[in-house]
């Protein structure tokens, strides 16, 4: 059995605690984390100790993803030649041996507000290029894990009041579509598998006590190939996290593999 987790963990240097916490609790194989914060010089040194490897793609003061991988496991790293997606310090992509899995990590720009056409265009153009890579391993027979944090409602019931995001880059049509173009590469979005529209989600703003009135939204995902779909055996949402001290606005999630 293999663990593959997901964590925006909104500045990484802050939460080391909650996630050593985590990391004990789980034990996952392989951490995702996405607006870890800071630079590859800053990333903190805690991993080590926990007998984990680092691969991380940062940037001072925003943005920034890194991935852990338990020590053991073999795996290379993939550089993306490709202008719009190296842009920023938005992506991670791993080959894991003995998984026989391509990982990409992801962040995903925000792309608001939706009348800067600026961002959100680049918003759109970024999720088109992982279309590309997702749909040039999907057809050449590879198997993929896109995870991380998209930045889309994909369905409606993803929030409580689907009204109020209609038109936010978040559930704007375009960005909805965007989406499901990634999965039309031949993905399937896990927790659909798993979990009914509208029962589970991934961030509450800091804001307006959404936690405290469970006003949440699901925007970050495990997008799976198809040939590799066989191996999953759950997808958790550790929602309690989301109410320790100083935690981020979102819970980590991850996804059991029988490999």
Known sequence: MAIIASWNINSVRIRIDILKEFINEI??????LQEIKCTNEEFPDFYTSLNYKLIVNGQKGKYGVATLIRKGLNFKSIELKNEILSSESRTNFVYVNEFDLNILNVYTPNGNPIE????????ISWLSEIKKVSTHLINNLDNLLIAGDFNVLENKSDVLNFNDWKN??????ESRKIFREILSSGLTNIVRIFKKPGTTFSYWDYQRACWERNDGLLIDHFLISPKYLKFVKNINFGSRYRGMNKPSDHIPIWINLDI
């Open 27 to 32: 034990k996952p194989d392989i951490i995702l």
């Open 116 to 123: 800067d056409k600026k961002k959100f265009n680049f918003k």
């Open 168 to 173: 936010d880059a978040l559930g704007c049509i």
